[in-house]
């Protein structure tokens, strides 16, 4: 007698789900954009504090044009890149061009320049991470590895916490683990929600 197929994790179900809606949004570029400008007008950077902005890959929000304008406005912007153990560095970007295609094609800081220049995450003010889905109050559906959930716990509090996301990665709830840290705003193509963490 041949068992049932196994039952998917809800949050696996919807990890799914959202990705799918995701890779079907046409106009994702002229959206991307849209959500930039908004972040942009809500979030204007400034030389006085410290912003990460993470390198878009595959289809989340792209945020190459959101590097370039930062770097022009305020000379350095930090960018996170993948280390062993599911952990992320931090590498102050200069110029874009510091930007190399690594592993898969994704684009991620220069590796010879990396060891020269070291970011302590206490040191930032903002931090812009992607996502999978939101909800409301601010609980983030990442990939399911942990690399943003682990720097975002490496945080100061005050730090300002911001999502880009496309609406239609927004749901009703997300179940939060323990250890999870909520977002302060998510930005879409649509609104500038403030969440409300319980």
């Known amino acids: 007698m041949n068992s049932p197929p196994p039952i998917p994790h809800p949050k696996q179900a919807l990890r799914q789900e959202l990705l799918a809606a995701r890779r079907s949004l046409p106009e994702r570029t002229d959206r991307s954009q849209k959500i930039c400008n908004r972040f942009r007008e809500a ?9 990460l902005v993470y390198v878009s890959i595959r289809e989340e929000v792209e945020t190459i044009s959101l ?29 874009i061009s510091e930007l190399k295609k690594g592993a898969y094609g994704i684009l991620e800081p220069d590796p010879e320049l990396r060891a020269e220049r070291y970011v302590d995450p206490q040191s930032l003010d903002l931090a812009v991470v992607p996502g999978v889905g939101f909800d409301p109050l601010g609980n983030r559906l990442g990939y399911g590895k942990g690399y943003f959930d ?36 998510i930005v879409t193509e649509q609104q500038t ?6």
């Open 43 to 51: 979030f204007p950077l400034t030389s006085s504090s410290r912003s």
């Open 67 to 95: 590097l370039t304008n930062t770097l022009q406005a305020v000379g350095e912007v930090v960018v996170p890149y993948c280390l062993p153990d599911y952990q992320l560095g931090l590498f102050p970007l200069k110029q």
């Open 150 to 185: 682990r720097l975002l716990g490496r945080l100061r509090p005050e730090c300002l916490r911001v999502a880009l996301a496309f609406e239609c990665q927004l749901v009703p709830t997300i179940q939060p683990q323990p250890h999870d840290i909520p977002m302060h705003y």
């Open 193 to 198: 929600l403030a969440c409300q963490p319980s």
